[in-house]
């Protein structure tokens, strides 16, 4: 079983960047296929952003395409999201996310996935 602890949000102005870390623990990373949603006040949990176990393939939301970009480092256990041009409507919980499977459909589901991480605030200020 893995573990998941995200890390990096904070408060950014319209414009900013920052850049999400998930450290994974007790699983052998590289046999997960990863994922980041988020969740704003009041919303549902949402797709954004998903990498292969290689992190040869992704795939994004069409609302973070040219924006947002996701990488892996299988030697220490981490992704990342690098997070460009923020919007305040990127304002969420960020949520990184494993599955046991490789891609699907269910990819961008939240169901589609077996461990999920805390979570890390990203604010973005107009």
């Known amino acids: 079983q893995v573990q998941l602890v995200e890390s990096g949000g904070g408060l950014v102005q319209a414009g900013g960047s920052l850049r999400l870390s998930c450290a994974a623990s007790?699983?052998?990373?590289?046999?997960?296929?990863m994922g980041w949603f988020r969740q704003a006040p009041g919303k549902e949990r949402e797709f954004v952003i998903a990498i292969t176990r290689s992190g040869g393939v992704t795939y994004y939301a069409d609302s973070v395409k040219g924006r947002f970009t996701i990488s892996r480092d299988n030697a220490k256990n981490t992704m990342y999201l690098q997070m460009n041009s923020l919007k305040p409507e990127d304002t969420a919980v960020y949520y990184c996310a494993a599955r046991v499977e490789g891609y699907t459909s269910r990819a961008y589901r939240t169901d589609g996935y077996n461990y999920w991480g805390q979570g890390t605030q990203v604010t973005v200020s107009s």
């Open positions: 007790g699983g052998t990373f590289s046999n997960y296929f």
